[in-house]
Nanobody, 113 residues
Framework: QVQFVESGGGLVQAGGSLRLSCVAP????????WGWYRQAPGKQRERVAFIGRTGPVLYAESVKGRFTISTDSAWKTVDLQMDNLKFEDTAVYYCNAIPPSPWGQGTQVTVSS
C-alpha cells in the first residue's frame, strides 16, 4: 500500500487562497483517479473534488467555482487550488486515490472570518 502525504494547508483569511498538494514519496504509484476530502470537527469526512482518467471532474456543491483539482501528467500527484476560501472550508484535508490506500495525516486548513 502507498502512503500519501498532503501539504500546503495553513491559516488564511476569508477570501484568500491556498494550494494543497498530495504526493506518494518514494513510490511509483500512479492513480486511476484522485480525490480530495475534508473533515471538519464533529463532522464526517466528505469528498470535495474528484478527477478520473476517463471520467468527469466532480466537485461538491459547496466548493464549485472556488476549488480546482488537477494532477500531473503521470497521475502520480494531485493538487487542489482553493480560492475565495470561506470560514466553513475550515477542516483537515486529505487525498486518496483509486485504487485507495490508508488515509494519510492530512493538512489543516483554517479560514478566519
Amino acid at each position: 500500500q502507498v502512503q500519501f502525504v498532503e501539504s500546503g494547508g495553513g491559516l488564511v483569511q476569508a477570501g484568500g487562497s491556498l494550494r494543497l498538494s498530495c504526493v506518494a514519496p518514494g513510490s511509483s504509484f500512479s492513480a486511476n483517479a484522485w480525490g480530495w476530502y475534508r473533515q471538519a470537527p464533529g463532522k464526517q469526512r466528505e469528498r470535495v473534488a474528484f478527477i478520473g482518467r476517463t471520467g468527469p471532474v466532480l466537485y461538491a456543491e459547496s466548493v464549485k467555482g472556488r476549488f480546482t483539482i488537477s494532477t500531473d501528467s503521470a497521475w502520480k500527484t494531485v493538487d487542489l487550488q482553493m480560492d475565495n476560501l470561506k470560514f466553513e472550508d475550515t477542516a483537515v484535508y486529505y487525498c486518496n486515490a483509486i485504487p485507495p490506500s490508508p488515509w494519510g495525516q492530512g493538512t489543516q486548513v483554517t479560514v478566519s472570518s
